[in-house]
Nanobody, 124 residues
Framework: QVQLVESGGGLVQAGGSLRLTCTASGPTLSSYVMGWFRQPPGKEREFVAAISWSRTTYYADSVKGRFTISRDNAENTVYLQMNSLKPEDTAVYYC??????????????????WGQGTQVTVSS
């Protein structure tokens, strides 16, 4: 059983930065894609970024050039560096992982395991 724990959320002013961390416990996530999703207040959960075991990265258009996803395979950890934050980035951010192909990285139902979420609030 894989358990994911996110950390690093908080309150930041527009233009600021935050770094989210997600650590997985359990078996080594060899071949697993690790991803970040977010759910803004009153909206559906949406894809943010994902990274394959070989470190191929995928981003939503809304965060390209501002967010960077990375992973440490030895530590079963994935990071999301968020720069130039905007008020519309305010959301609960979730880490997820699963065995899936590159065409499915943006689909939440493709992931097998989820963290509990961490709140990110960007003030204007």
């Amino acid at each position: 059983q894989v358990q994911l724990v996110e950390s690093g959320g908080g309150l930041v002013q527009a233009g600021g930065s935050l770094r989210l961390t997600c650590t997985a416990s359990g078996p080594t996530l060899s071949s697993y894609v690790m991803g970040w999703f977010r759910q803004p207040p009153g909206k559906e959960r949406e894809f943010v970024a994902a990274i394959s075991w070989s470190r191929t990265t995928y981003y939503a258009d809304s965060v390209k050039g501002r967010f960077t996803i990375s992973r440490d395979n030895a530590e079963n950890t994935v990071y999301l560096q968020m720069n130039s934050l905007k008020p519309e980035d305010t959301a609960v951010y979730y880490c997820a992982t699963g065995l899936l192909g590159r065409t499915s990285v943006g689909v939440s139902t493709s992931y097998d395991y989820w963290g509990q979420g961490t709140q990110v609030t960007v003030s204007s």
